[in-house]
């Protein structure tokens, strides 16, 4: 059986992580720790708490989020991170194509194990 | 909790190995993912938190190396020329141009400001021998301590070495401390060595101390730091120093350098309290 190892886990986290965090934030502004802990609270979608900082600012840098100081009565100071539209437009994007992809991929997969499953019926003993 | 948790030892600690993995960024992105960082730790952390719920956070983030890591791989996809585009040329261009007109001084200012502290490495050391003499030295997950016994009534300190790596003489004219030290300790002075301890075979008893002092590019200087110690500590507490604010002067500025020593001078409970 083909192991998946860490690293192309990490990898394919990365490729979902963006879209993931536009998604919480085209409900709601969040500031970092707030992300972090959604995430998290999600499962197995980070690697490390630290490694949504330089994504959030790589989103930033393409305009698919902003961020900006804000003091909430009673809380501390906090930087929250909102969508902008080139974001909300990238997210719908993603949408689309993921749906495509992911029945893409879970039809090979079904597939595979079917032809597997196939293949070893057809060799066992009668 | 801010103050207290960023000058804790874990917290310190990783932010010094976030600022060391952290110089192959830019200056702007280091300082910004160094903020985020910063903003992150204040949020997880409580007031009362343990080392363990420190430790816990700080490992959540994942190693400094690979957060630093990950953001060069997050912002190094393409070529940065590529990114800028024609509009960012141009606003470049323009910069440029502005940039072309500022006068010397105000170029001479920004040089002298942007010159590196003074960096700490080399010798350090309780100053007294009874303290020297009692030190018990521990090492956590991130940062390295020595804890003296507190001596209620009694001139206390430990001094390190500091560097001038820079091309700038650097001037120390003052500190932060202003007269205290750990524990409510009263009198505290900083000093320097008045000559660099290298040409001294590094015995910091043997040179003379003042301030201000000057060091020049390339040399080194003992940095002492003593107060008068005052009350006494329960066994379960200590009181310390791991960083200092210094006032340097480089060329005709006056700044503030923020010193973190690579161990934290601690005061405990000891055999000279009840």
Known sequence: MLDMGE???TELRRGVL???????LESRPRFGLELVRDLAGAGGLLTSDGTVYPLLNRLRDAGLVTSQWQAREGERARRYYSITQAGRQSLAAFRSEWAQFAA?????????AAESMGAVAKGRPR | MSETALAH?????????FDAAASVLPVPRARELREQVVAHVEEAVGPDASDEEIAAVLRGLGPARLLVAEAVAASGKRPWPSRVGWKGWTVIGALLLVVAA??????KINSMNSVRPLFVEG????????????????QADLATQTTVPIRPGQRQGFFIQVFNFTGMTQTVIGSNLEGFGPNGGTSARVRLSTSDPQRHGNEPHALTYALPVSIPPGQSRYLRITWISRGCLSKLNIAGMDSVELRVKVGWTTRTEYIQFNEGFFLG???YCP
Do not use: F
């Open chain 1, 7 to 9: 690293a192309e886990l």
């Open chain 1, 18 to 24: 963006g879209p993931c965090v536009l998604a919480l």
């Open chain 1, 104 to 112: 893409t991929v879970s039809q090979v997969l079904g597939n595979g």
């Open chain 2, 9 to 17: 030892r874990l917290v310190a600690g990783y932010l010094r190995q």
């Open chain 2, 102 to 107: 500022l006068s010397w001084y105000y170029i």
């Open chain 2, 123 to 138: 010798q350090s050391g309780w100053w007294y021998p009874p303290d020297y003499n009692r030190q018990v030295t521990t």
């Open chain 2, 269 to 271: 409970h000891g055999g």
